[in-house]
């Protein structure tokens, strides 16, 4: 479904995207159960390893080139930031 929805980036309008940036629709699997998470709550995996700490302190996804490009444009970001995750803490 995600790949479908990453060829029609572009054709969705602000409101929609508004929504999608703030609605939790984004799987990550636990080792409990799976969880829903907001694309400001994720980022992308690198291909390479990713640094332990991190991902220890970090949600991690990779759904594929075409499923990541739909992400991307909800509002998934390639790294975690200071600022970004002092906006975060702060809301």
């Known amino acids: 479904m995600r790949q479908y929805l990453a060829s029609r980036v572009g054709a969705a309008g602000a409101s929609s995207l508004d929504r999608l940036r ?3 629709f984004i799987p990550v699997k636990s080792e409990k159960d ?3 998470h907001r694309p400001s709550e994720v980022y992308f995996a690198k291909r390479e390893n990713t640094n332990e700490l991190y991902g220890s302190a970090f ?3 990779d759904f594929g080139e075409k499923a990541n ?3 991307q444009y909800c509002g998934v970001k390639s790294e975690p930031s200071v600022k970004g995750e002092l906006n ?3 809301s």
Do not use: E, S
Request: hydrophobic residues 60%.
């Open 22 to 24: 703030i609605t939790a």
């Open 34 to 36: 799976v969880q829903l």
């Open 59 to 61: 949600t991690f996804v």
């Open 69 to 71: 490009t739909f992400l």
């Open 88 to 90: 975060v803490k702060r």
